[in-house]
C-alpha cells in the first residue's frame, strides 16, 4: 500500500517490491533491488525516509522519525523482522537484529551488527564493524571479516528476493491436500554456528 501525504509521493524503483501488505507513506525514497516485507511500515509523513540499493525492511519493522528529520539507510542495510528505526540513521551492509530498536539520531556503523532484541539509545554512535547487543546496548567486540561475509550472503539474497517476488508471487486459493513428491526448498544458507562449523571441517580436511 502506497500512500500520498500532503503532496509528498512516495518514489519505489521499479527493481524493489513492496509487499501489498506493507505500508508506504509520503516522503520516502527506495532505491534498486530493495524489499520491503509484509507488515512494515514505512512513514514519511514528518520528514523524508531514504533507502538506498539493496536495503531490506522485513516483516512487521516500523522506519519513522521525529518532525522535521531526515534518515537514510545505507546501502545493503539489512533491517530483521519486528525492528524499530526511530528518526536513526543505518550504515552501510550493516545488520539490524530481530525486534530491536534503535532510537533517534542514532548512528550505526557501517557494516556493524546489533543483536536481536538489542535497544540503542537515543544520540548512540556506534563505530563501524562493531558487534552491539544489551539492553541499554552496549558494543562488546569487533565484527570479523567472516561475520560480515555470511551477513552480506544473507543481504544478496534478500536482494535477489525482490526479483523473484515479480516473477513469481502472486495470490491464490490454498491446495487442499499435500501434493505428491513436494520438495523442500534448497540449502542456500547456513546459520552463523553452520557456517562457522562447515569453514572448520573444510579446513581440517584440507590438512
Given at each position: 500500500?502506497?500512500?500520498?501525504?500532503?503532496?509528498?509521493?512516495?518514489?519505489?524503483?521499479?527493481?524493489?517490491?513492496?509487499?501489498?501488505?506493507?505500508?508506504?507513506?509520503?516522503?520516502?525514497?527506495?532505491?534498486?533491488?530493495?524489499?520491503?516485507?509484509?507488515?512494515?511500515?514505512?512513514?514519511?509523513?514528518?520528514?523524508?525516509?531514504?533507502?538506498?540499493?539493496?536495503?531490506?525492511?522485513?516483516?512487521?519493522?516500523?522506519?519513522?522519525?521525529?518532525?522535521?528529520?531526515?534518515?537514510?539507510l545505507k546501502e545493503s542495510a539489512h533491517v530483521g523482522h519486528g525492528a524499530i528505526i526511530h528518526g536513526a540513521n543505518l550504515g552501510r551492509n550493516c545488520l539490524i537484529g530481530m525486534n530491536s530498536v534503535i532510537m533517534d539520531d542514532a548512528e550505526i556503523g557501517d557494516e556493524s551488527i546489533v543483536g536481536a532484541m538489542a535497544f540503542v539509545k537515543a544520540e548512540t554512535i556506534i563505530p563501524k564493524r562493531s558487534l552491539v547487543v544489551g539492553n541499554p546496548a552496549k558494543v562488546i567486540k569487533q565484527v570479523s571479516d567472516e561475520m560480515i561475509a555470511w551477513k552480506t550472503r544473507g543481504t544478496q539474497l534478500y536482494q535477489q528476493l525482490p526479483a523473484d517476488c515479480h516473477?513469481?508471487?502472486?495470490?491464490?486459493?490454498?491446495?487442499?491436500?499435500?501434493?505428491?513428491?513436494?520438495?523442500?526448498?534448497?540449502?542456500?544458507?547456513?546459520?552463523?554456528?553452520?557456517?562457522?562449523?562447515?569453514?572448520?571441517?573444510?579446513?581440517?580436511k584440507k590438512k
Open positions: 500500500m502506497i500512500y500520498s501525504f500532503k503532496n509528498y509521493t512516495p518514489v519505489v524503483h521499479e527493481s524493489s517490491f513492496v509487499h501489498p501488505l506493507a505500508a508506504v507513506t509520503g516522503n520516502v525514497i527506495i532505491g534498486r533491488n530493495c524489499y520491503i516485507g509484509p507488515g512494515a511500515a514505512i512513514r514519511g509523513d514528518w520528514g523524508q525516509i531514504i533507502l538506498e540499493d539493496g536495503v531490506n525492511v522485513q516483516e512487521n519493522c516500523t522506519i519513522h522519525m521525529f518532525p522535521g528529520k531526515s534518515i537514510t516473477e513469481s508471487l502472486k495470490e491464490v486459493e490454498p491446495l487442499r491436500e499435500v501434493p505428491e513428491n513436494m520438495k523442500m526448498q534448497e540449502d542456500v544458507y547456513k546459520t552463523l554456528r553452520e557456517h562457522f562449523l562447515r569453514k572448520q571441517e573444510s579446513h581440517i
